[in-house]
């Protein structure tokens, strides 16, 4: 064992995998999460949880390198595998992307239900302890150039508790604690990649059966350049689908029930309004707004206290439409057993290093994905003009050719780098489109 004692702070996926890996190098892991326990419905500090989740091409494969078998649980337990070529309609740029059979596998699920399985994991470590309706107040400084624990209170304003640890995480999401704690503690804040996305979205449930649509189990509807404005009709589990309207800038979705589903039937497909018209659908909307995606670059910054890490969306938020967040927090858990196995002093250095590597790809595709998008600012990629306009042409041939499609769809999914799609092969298909 590495220490006695490691708190991570926030009990949401990224801090849950984490949580999971410290187990296996420490005595003691002790979870702090503000949200109380024991709700099937999302937790108030995961305002996304009422919307469309998937584990994208790549989680799935580091969630079964994190918790083997874990994904044939979720299927057994009533998540939906989806087939991402023959089961997802996708809509991209106007062009519909052509169905084909394959092995591209994901699974569809709520937040709530996906978190659930992964907290079930992660609570069978018998030295892994949560502590519910608690939350961080100020890092403990321990020796020059180290933290050596965390204070932490009741987040009603109760009791308060100092916690020894010989490393606490940062995972509480995108406000992110260690920024502010690195200046009260003399250190340098990490600069960021920002882009302006100003995206809303707007979500109801649907009670439908999985087969409503036949074999389609998910219907992506992206937006145009004279259209901003999307929509998702995604099956989870429990006999429920999630419809989702999203859009950019001014073209926000409404939370008033009867605009919404006039906003949702002008985006859908005709026989996919008509299975939503048949159906039971719940009255409330749920929104949520994403002003900005950034990356936050602590792997840039010379000096960093020993004893604290950052992980999740304190490291990095990706546009949570392109579904790649638990992937994240997925390969950052990865990252962390694979440094902390080398010991833990300097362990910020290489695990910083390694979560902007793998964080790179689908930060540069979805911002590429939303740059053409009007009220969408910030951080541009060099060559982004040309990788953008290539990007269109590779989702116009996707129309009519499988493998482009395929292609497209593996990076989206973050299986492959976006660099992927400019292989030679895949680039004669591009720039001199056939079907196939």
């Not at 919307?51 to 078998?69: D, I, M, N, Q």
């Not at 087939?83 to 937040?111: C, F, K, P």
């Not at 999401?173 to 502010?180: E, F, M, P, T, V």
Request: glycine content about 12%.
């Amino acid at each position: 064992m590495l220490g006695t004692h490691a708190v991570v702070l926030g009990g949401g996926m990224s801090g849950l995998m984490a949580a999971h890996v410290l187990a296996n190098h420490f005595e003691r892991v002790t979870v702090v999460e503000r949200d109380g326990g024991g709700s099937a419905d999302p937790r108030r500090g995961v305002p996304q949880g009422w919307h469309p989740h998937v584990l994208c091409l790549k989680a799935t494969h580091l969630l079964e390198r994190l918790f083997p078998g874990i994904c044939e649980e979720f299927i057994a337990n009533g998540g939906l595998r989806v087939g991402m070529l023959d089961q997802h309609r996708i809509n991209y740029y106007g062009r519909q992307l052509r169905q084909s059979t394959s092995e591209l596998e994901t699974v569809w699920a709520s937040r709530p239900f996906l978190e659930e399985g992964v907290r079930a994991r992660t609570d069978a470590h018998a030295n892994v302890t949560t502590r519910f309706g608690w939350e961080a107040v100020r890092p403990i400084a321990g020796p020059a150039g180290r933290v050596s624990g965390v204070r932490v209170a009741r987040a009603d304003g109760g009791e308060a508790e100092d916690l020894a640890a010989e490393l606490v995480v940062d995972a509480t999401g995108r406000a992110g604690r260690a920024r502010s704690w690195l200046r009260e503690l003399g250190y340098e804040a990490p600069g960021e990649n920002r882009v302006e996305v100003n995206l809303g979205y707007a979500s109801r449930l649907v009670e439908c059966a999985p087969d409503v649509l036949g074999h389609d189990r998910a219907i992506v509807v992206g937006p145009r350049l004279d259209r901003p404005r999307g929509f998702y009709f995604t099956v989870q589990e429990s006999g429920r689908w999630t419809m989702t309207v999203f859009g950019y800038g001014d073209h926000r979705p409404s939370t008033d029930p009867d605009r919404f589903m006039a906003q949702a039937q002008a985006l859908a497909p005709g026989d996919v309004w008509e299975a939503i018209r048949s159906a039971d659908v719940s009255p409330e909307v749920h929104s949520f707004q994403v002003p900005r995606t950034f990356r936050r670059r602590y792997d840039r910054l010379s000096r960093f206290p020993e004893g604290l890490l950052v992980t999740g969306d304190a490291l990095a938020v990706l546009n949570p439409l392109y579904g790649t967040g638990m992937m994240s927090s997925a390969a950052y858990a990865l990252i962390l057993d694979q440094r902390l196995r080398k010991g833990l002093d300097g362990v910020h250095r290489g695990f910083f290093r390694d979560a902007a590597r793998v964080v790179l790809g689908p930060w540069w595709f979805s911002g590429l994905s939303d740059s053409f998008l009007p009220g969408v600012t910030g951080f541009r990629a060099p060559a982004s003009g040309v990788a953008s306009w290539y990007l269109r042409r590779a989702v116009a041939a996707a129309e009519h050719d499988s493998a482009v499609a395929a292609g497209f769809v593996r990076v989206a999914g973050a299986l492959d780098n976006p660099l992927a799609l400019s292989r030679p092969g895949v680039m004669r298909r591009v720039l001199l489109p056939r079907s196939g």
